[in-house]
């Protein structure tokens, strides 16, 4: 089982950034994938990017690509996502996610994933 909490997040205006970070308990977190989705009040979660168990798949959401990056550590338990040129339409809670995934794929649905964070609070003001 994992146990995931992110941090990082906070208010930021645009063009700013923030590195979001998430930490995972258990034994076998590197043969997990992860991947990290968002919120916005009264909006469904919506998928942001998603890495493999060793980090050889990455998937980005079209409207982040090239300012998002995902990255994981598996020694550290822990995996990241930095946040670059951040735009108004970026203001959400971000959650971090991980399901039992020893292979190289990488999962970008809600349903594909075992195990959430408590999500933190990203705010970019105009």
């Known amino acids: 089982q994992v146990q995931l909490v992110e941090s990082g997040g906070g208010l930021v205006q645009a063009g700013g950034s923030l590195r979001l970070s998430c930490a995972a308990s258990?034994?076998?977190?590197?043969?997990?994938?992860m991947g990290w989705f968002r919120q916005t009040l009264g909006k469904e979660r919506e998928f942001v990017a998603a890495?493999?168990?060793?980090?050889?798949?990455?998937v980005y959401e079209d409207s982040v690509k090239g300012r998002f990056t995902i990255s994981r550590d598996n020694a550290k338990k822990m995996g990241d996502l930095q946040m670059n040129s951040l735009k108004p339409e970026d203001t959400a809670v971000y959650y971090c996610?991980?399901?039992?995934?020893?292979?190289?794929?990488?999962?970008?649905?809600?349903?594909?994933?075992?195990?959430w964070g408590q999500g933190t609070q990203v705010t970019v003001s105009s």
């Open positions: 890495i493999s168990w060793n980090g050889g798949k990455i």
């Open positions: 258990g034994r076998t977190f590197s043969t997990y994938a």
């Open positions: 996610a991980a399901s039992y995934a020893p292979w190289d794929v990488v999962h970008i649905r809600e349903y594909e994933y075992d195990y």
